[in-house]
């Protein structure tokens, strides 16, 4: 290694390790830089949302720092319209979570753990509708509910979530499932468990954590899905569409405090799963 | 092909009180084939088979032979095309795998790792209905058979392989199946282990008094434990015996080159005395070999010798016996043995395994002439 990094040092001989070292140092620096500033990129809008939730504006805009105040946390449900959007996105995001949880894994089940005529053609519209743009899915949920004569709101809003959420639970099981030993199924069933006993005994336990993430991640996209809901809402309101609206008065800071509480129960869910996980592996 | 009666060396405790007159397994007229790109591909072809109630019975073969496929009917994971399966004399061919009194040890253990040991061992008296007493009684009692007491709270990860193999197998004793079935269980395994194991399940299945059914493609496994032997090829069986049946009169030439080692030479019969065949080789060699009466001179016939029962002379000999010229090509030290492998005018190469067992140089070196000898009854003619 020839390279010298320029040192104030004396120049007395310095050893070929010492330089290396120095090197290795400031490469090391360099890594440290780079990863930060990656955090940065990543954090600083979220950050910027939290932060302006605990700003005092004195107009309708909340884009420059005007002063330190807990008042929208404590009136955080004082606008009755943004507080029942919230309300209707949290129910239609853990009805379709739980919805899709359940069809997905018993679909992303039958994809891994057996062969059967029309899986793969399955498998290609699992992966359609998670690389389809959601602008062809909104239209054509539209023209679907439209034609059928659903009067568009709630119903139809959480059908549509339904719809593109399966298909992630059930890749995230199936690729869980592919690895199982299926001998452990077959063992159960050599101890006398019928078909229900297997799977509720010893299958589900062990694909549970895919599952649970799995219904996360439907959780996750339907709190906060934007272009299928404004498609399929009718009249509907639901927080991003709230937002999308509230957008060209101004945002109220509220929204502020919404979007930080949301995040921090992401954050926690994160973290406890990861406590948990990492238990389990100290204890397996 | 002769089978000889099983041995019930020690009536089971707690099995006995079931066991019946019938076989513990039986296939009659067994086949089963398995559809690839939609032909039928047979992996078992035409199975009778009987094994014993409180035997050690090992099916044996190598890979793709249709060992496992027969375990795997037992066990009801797989349904036969044609044929029956009958269990204590019940025909189970119809029945579910849950609903069968036989319960297996898979190759992989398929332990249920978010359960400890204790559910583990517990899972098949639970759906059963069993009380719980009577559940902490057996899985004690099981527990302490296979040297697992107070291990019941460890989890799958937190323990060895031999210990997982014990779990596994605990796991199928407590629910004191009218067959235990063992897929390779020992594969996995390190020598030592393995070794340790096989002298283990042997005291087990003695003080349980269940019929095993063993599965492997490891012939010193077979031999070490069973009480008989089936040797499975594309899915026929070759032979059925006693490992020592097994090992000194192999029926086919499959069998006799699958478990140990075997020289074979095929020569005309040259005459017949007094129940024994002389097969000529040239002026000072021959080959004798006892011979049922119905052996013609003339007929041509195979005939096997193992390796331990060849002497090596460098001057030749004066004896009764097989007598064979021949060089050595390969002279190979294994501590307790010294391999020879010796050219012979037969036109095969003979393998011959000579005991070290005075501190004498090697007998031959590579190279030098040789004669090989051996008495008549360690030759054994093959399929005759």
């Not at chain 2, 204790?118 to 040297?147: C, H, M, P, T």
Request: hydrophobic share 45%; glycine share 8%.
């Amino acid at each position: 290694m020839t390279i010298q990094t320029p040192t104030t040092e004396p120049a007395t001989a310095p050893a070929p390790v010492a330089s290396r070292r120095r090197f290795r140092l400031s490469g090391e620096r360099a890594m440290f830089a780079y990863t930060w500033l990656v955090i940065a990129w990543l954090v600083l809008p979220i950050l910027l949302m939290i932060v302006f939730g605990f700003n005092n504006p004195h107009g309708r805009y909340n884009q420059t720092w005007q002063g330190f105040t807990l008042k929208w946390y404590r009136e955080i449900f004082s606008i009755s319209d943004l507080t029942s959007a919230l309300v209707m996105s949290l129910v239609i995001a853990v009805v379709s979570a739980l919805l899709a949880g359940a069809l997905g894994t018993g679909i992303g089940y039958a994809l891994g753990r057996y062969r059967f005529r029309g899986a793969s053609a399955m498998n290609l519209v699992m992966f359609t509708t998670i690389s389809s743009p959601e602008l062809i899915m909104g239209i054509s949920l539209l023209t679907l509910f439209v034609s059928a004569g659903a009067g568009l709101g709630a119903v139809t809003i959480t059908i549509a979530h339904v719809m593109f959420s399966i298909s992630f639970v059930s890749t995230v099981v199936r690729a869980r499932v592919i690895t199982l030993d299926r001998s452990i199924e077959e063992a159960a069933a050599d101890l006398g468990a019928n078909a229900w006993t297997t799977f509720w005994k010893i299958t589900f336990p062990m694909i549970l954590p895919a599952v649970f993430a799995g219904v996360l991640l439907a959780f996750a996209l339907s709190i906060d899905d934007f272009v299928v809901t404004n498609f399929t809402a009718g009249t509907t309101v639901t927080f991003p569409l709230w937002i999308w609206g509230a957008t060209r008065v101004g945002l109220p800071p509220q929204v502020n405090v919404m979007g930080t509480l949301i995040f921090a129960a992401g954050i926690l869910i994160a973290v406890i799963t990861n406590l948990r996980s990492r238990a389990k592996t100290r204890r397996d | 092909m002769t089978t000889s009666a099983p041995h019930h060396a020690v009536p089971a405790s707690s099995a006995a009180g079931r066991r019946t007159d019938h076989p513990a397994i039986e296939f009659v007229g067994v086949c089963k084939d398995y559809l690839t790109h939609g032909e039928a591909v047979p992996a078992v072809k035409s199975l009778d088979l009987a094994i014993a109630q409180g035997e050690f019975f090992s099916l044996l073969g190598p890979s793709g032979c249709g060992k496992t496929t027969t375990m795997r009917m037992i066990a009801g994971f797989e349904a036969p095309t044609a044929g029956k399966v009958f269990l204590d004399g019940q025909d189970v061919t119809g029945v579910a795998a849950n609903k069968r009194d036989v319960n297996m040890v898979f190759q992989s253990y398929a332990l249920f790792p978010h359960l400890n040991v204790l559910q583990n061992v517990s899972f098949g008296l639970e759906r059963k209905k069993v009380g719980k007493a009577e559940i902490a009684r057996r899985v004690g009692e099981i527990l302490e058979i296979v040297s697992l007491t107070g291990m019941e709270k460890r989890y799958q990860k937190e323990m060895s392989g031999g210990q997982q193999q014990r779990v596994a197998l605990a796991r199928a004793l407590v629910n004191h199946p009218r067959a235990l079935l063992l897929d390779e269980p020992l594969g996995a395994l390190d020598l030592k282990l393995r070794q340790q194991m096989q002298i283990e399940l042997k005291r087990i299945q003695r003080e349980v008094g269940i019929t095993f059914v063993y599965v492997t493609h490891d012939q010193g496994e077979a031999l070490t434990m069973s009480d008989r032997i089936a040797v499975m090829n594309a899915g026929l069986i070759e032979q059925l015996g006693t490992p020592r049946e097994i090992y000194e009169r192999p029926a086919t030439r499959f069998v006799a080159g699958f478990i140990g080692t075997s020289n074979i030479v095929a020569a005309p019969v040259s005459r017949v005395e007094g129940g024994l065949a002389v097969l000529d080789l040239g002026p000072e060699e021959r080959i004798v070999v006892p011979v049922p009466a119905s052996v013609p001179a003339g007929r041509e016939i195979e005939v096997s010798v193992r390796p331990e029962k060849i002497d090596l002379h460098r001057t030749a000999p004066q004896a009764a016996g097989s007598v064979l010229a021949g060089t050595v090509t390969e002279v190979v030290y294994h501590g307790t043995s010294t391999n020879y492998t010796v050219s012979t005018s037969t036109g095969s190469d003979f393998v011959v395994f000579d005991q070290n067992a005075h501190d004498a140089e090697d007998v031959a070196s590579r190279g030098e002439r040789v004669f090989l000898t051996w008495a008549p009854q360690h030759s054994y003619p093959i399929g005759v």
